[in-house]
């Protein structure tokens, strides 16, 4: 049973760093999708959002292939592998002078990238557990979150200087350093002995043990609740910052200053975990972050935009509350899947991932000339990850402390 319970600064940062592989592919191009939409010949400015949903579904698919290998073959070779598959998706969309093309490099972008994202978490879970493994989780996404700080305005410059298809070179440079520092320092965490022999049947056996624990098929369920609605955010940023409020220069800074506040709320909840409980920061989390979004339904529903001002201030409140519950949320759902952690890990991202791409796609659908409906979209997710949350506190085995 994993019993670590030491600050391993490397071994964080290197775990981190696996995760900022994913956020730099996905915000890094935030800046250029007009550009790529002009250059692949998109007429519907909408359809531009799909190169950030589709390879969230990427990696959707792509941890239901890799979690359960790794619990047979280990975490590490399926972290090669999976960076193999994105340095061919990469490829593709340099390369590609059709936007159907590119969708599909990036859901092959998103297959590849789910390695590294799903096997950080599953070796953090061979390694520790308990609230202690929910503080090392909250580090690793702080950094997830806070790529954003840099990512678009760093997408920015290269579209300035050079082109689009440079974004796409430099996150394959980056990402070649990472599995470096990975294959020199990074130990196989899964030994022989732990590895669960391969069959055809081992995903079907894995989904089995899965959902005879309801507590990690409940966190499962609110973490897609969750991030579906803040992918919106992710995939009609650009849209509302730039078209809607016409701010395409302040873009990046806006969008970094908003990462920010995710990231300082990450951060307190790797500080405050240990002593207050995961389960107790996650569950009144859910009730800011459900009770936030029905304040600005409230006020705003005539749908006309509040000041820049005001927007970001509320921006800023609710991704503040999604800072406890990321990291708190991906911990819940693992802990008691440790026998299977590469599966356990694949089926919850995979789950989650699955809810929120629609979710994603259904709301953003709706945000062209009016913040509202991103926000109807947090209030009724929110609400519905809070009804989970009580559920789950009814069962005797969670403890609010």
Excluded at 305 to 325: D, T
């Amino acid at each position: 049973m994993p019993n670590k319970n030491t600050f391993e600064f490397e071994f964080i940062a290197l775990m981190a760093s696996l995760m900022a592989i994913v956020a730099l592919s996905i915000d890094a191009l935030l800046p250029a999708l007009p550009q790529i939409g002009e250059d692949l010949g998109v007429v519907n400015l909408s359809d531009n959002q799909l190169l950030i949903t589709m390879i969230f579904l990427g990696i959707g698919v792509g941890q239901l292939i890799f979690g359960p290998l790794s619990d047979s073959f280990g975490r590490k070779p399926m972290v090669f592998i999976g960076f193999a598959v994105f340095i061919i998706a990469s490829i593709i969309c340099v390369t590609t002078k059709s936007f159907e093309m590119m969708i599909f490099g990036r859901i092959l972008q998103g297959i590849g990238l789910s390695s590294p994202r799903t096997l950080c978490i599953a070796i953090v879970r061979d390694l520790y557990s308990g609230d202690y493994m929910a503080k090392i989780v909250s580090i690793v996404v702080m950094v997830f979150i806070l790529v954003p700080v840099i990512a678009p305005t760093l997408g920015q410059f290269l579209m300035n200087y050079y082109s689009w298809e440079s974004i796409f070179y430099v996150n394959l440079v980056f990402g070649s350093c990472i599995m470096f520092w990975f294959w020199r320092r990074q130990t196989e965490s899964l030994p022989q002995e732990k590895r669960i022999p391969f069959t055809s049947h081992l995903f079907i056996d894995g989904m089995k043990e899965f959902l005879k624990y309801k507590d990690a098929i409940g966190f499962t369920l609110i973490s897609g609740f969750i991030t579906g609605s803040f992918m919106v955010y992710l995939s009609t940023s650009q849209q509302i910052f730039e078209e809607q409020y016409q701010l395409a220069d302040m873009f990046p800074y806006i969008f970094a200053s908003l990462a920010f506040s995710i990231g300082l709320a990450t951060y307190l909840n790797s500080v405050l975990v240990v002593k207050f409980g995961m389960m107790r920061l996650a569950y009144y989390s859910t009730m800011a972050y459900c009770a936030i979004s029905i304040c600005y339904v409230v006020l705003f529903w005539s749908g006309a935009n509040p000041s820049i001002f005001v927007l970001i201030g509320f921006f800023a409140i609710q991704f503040f509350a999604i800072g406890f519950l990321f990291g708190n949320l991906r911990a819940l759902a693992m802990q008691p899947l440790g026998h299977i952690a590469g599966i356990g890990a694949a089926i919850n991202g995979f789950a989650s991932t699955v809810l929120a791409v629609p979710v994603a796609n259904y709301i953003g659908g709706f945000v062209k000339d009016s913040v509202l409906p991103l926000f109807i979209g947090f209030s009724i997710f929110g609400s519905l990850s809070l009804i989970v949350f009580l559920i789950l506190k009814r069962r005797p085995k969670i403890a609010m402390v």
